[in-house]
C-alpha cells in the first residue's frame, strides 16, 4: 500500500460510541494535521495517551538532505498544538510503529539506514535519549518494525529480519524487550518456526499481564 502523501490529512475520530464497531461514525470532517506543506509528508502513525489526546507522528521530507519527524498533538475537541519537529537521523527511511506508555512517553520506531532503531519522546514532544538500536549491528538488513507497550511501561519491539542460513528464505521475524527507559532487556529473539517461506510484516500486541503475541504474513512462495 502506497502511504505517501504531498500532504497528510487525517480524520479526528471523536466517535459517538453509539453503534458498534464499523457503524460508528466519526463526528468532525478531516482535518490538515501538517502545518509545512513544503515537500512531502509520509507515514503517518496515531496513537493515544490514555488521557483522551492522539498524536500524530510522520515523515517530513522538506528537507531532502536532513529529513525529519514531527509530531502533532489533538484534544478531544479536536484543538491542536503547533506541529513539533522531534528529530532529524541522516538514514530514516520511514516511521513504521508508534505507541503510548503509562508514563506519558511514546515511543516510535523506524528505519535508519537499514537499521531499526527506538527512540522515546516525552508528552511534550522532547526527545528522551538517544535512538536505541533495535537489532544492533549484525550487518543484514531490518525493517518493519512494530511496537507495543507492556502496563509497566516496557515495551517490545517486532521487526523482519534478512536470513542466510537458509537457502531460498531471506527474511524472518524477530522481536527484542526494552525495559520502559529503553534500555534493552532481551537479545534479538527469533520468533518463527523454520520455514522455506518468507515471514513479512510483523504486528505486535501485549496484554494487561504484559504477556506478548507477534502476528505476521507468510509469503506463499520463498524468493
Request: glycine share 6%.
Given at each position: 500500500m502506497n502511504r505517501s502523501w504531498s500532504n497528510l490529512v487525517a480524520c479526528i475520530a471523536l466517535l459517538s460510541g453509539a453503534s458498534p464497531l464499523c457503524s460508528q461514525l466519526p463526528l468532525e470532517d478531516e482535518v490538515l494535521v501538517n502545518q509545512t506543506v513544503e515537500g512531502s509528508q509520509f507515514y503517518p502513525r496515531?496513537?493515544?495517551d490514555g488521557q483522551g489526546d492522539s498524536l500524530v507522528f510522520w515523515f517530513d521530507n522538506e528537507n531532502e538532505i536532513t529529513p525529519?519527524?514531527?509530531m502533532r498533538r489533538f484534544a478531544p475537541d479536536g484543538t491542536s498544538t503547533g506541529e513539533l519537529t522531534l528529530a532529524s537521523p541522516i538514514n530514516i527511511r520511514e516511521i513504521d510503529g508508534a505507541a503510548h506508555n503509562a508514563l506519558g512517553d511514546s515511543i516510535l520506531t523506524f528505519g535508519d539506514d537499514?537499521?531499526?532503531k527506538a527512540q522515546r519522546f516525552s508528552r511534550s514532544g522532547e526527545r528522551l535519549g538517544s535512538p536505541v538500536s533495535v537489532t544492533g549491528n549484525t550487518g543484514y538488513s531490518?525493517?518493519?518494525a512494530d511496537v507495543s507497550?507492556?502496563?509497566d511501561g516496557s515495551f517490545v519491539v517486532a521487526f523482519n529480519?534478512?536470513?542466510q542460513s537458509q537457502i531460498g528464505v531471506q527474511w524472518i521475524i524477530t522481536a527484542r524487550l526494552f525495559d520502559a527507559t529503553g534500555a534493552p532487556a532481551s537479545p534479538v529473539l527469533r520468533v518463527m518456526n523454520e520455514s522455506a517461506r518468507n515471514q513479512i510484516e510483523p504486528w505486535v500486541a501485549t496484554d494487561a499481564a504484559g504477556n506478548f503475541a507477534v502476528f505476521w504474513t507468510s509469503t506463499l512462495e520463498a524468493n
Open positions: 496515531v496513537v493515544f525529519s519527524i514531527k537499514n537499521v531499526v531490518s525493517g518493519s507497550v507492556k502496563p529480519s534478512e536470513d
